[in-house]
């Protein structure tokens, strides 16, 4: 991983949030952190990929070769992205409902 970013992460939550508080902007971090110096395949070299929408891999656009964002890294086999608990989900009972009236 690249050193300047590692000593740039955020040392708080507010700070962290805005920095990476959506899935794009956490797989840009990752991506620059895996190819510091731009993308290049594994399988032929080249250095040019498409993002896949749902998963955390980038596919060479010469020979269509899947690379993990992920693999090699800190973040190799663990559950993707940081999500910030929503206030607007409810009360976590079922329909709604409060506890008194199951």
Known sequence: M???????LPRDLPT??????TDTRCRAYLV????PEGFCCGGCGH????S???RLIEACRACGK??????GGLF???R???RPARRDRGTGSPSGSSRSSW
């Open 16 to 21: 962290l949030l805005r920095r990476f508080g």
């Open 52 to 54: 896949h929408r749902k």
């Open 76 to 78: 190799e086999q663990t």
């Open 32 to 35: 620059r952190a895996r190819w």
């Open 47 to 50: 250095d040019r990929a498409c």
């Open 80 to 82: 993707p992205f940081f």
């Open 66 to 71: 899947r690379h993990s964002i992920l693999a």
């Open 2 to 8: 690249a050193e300047p970013l590692l000593q740039d």
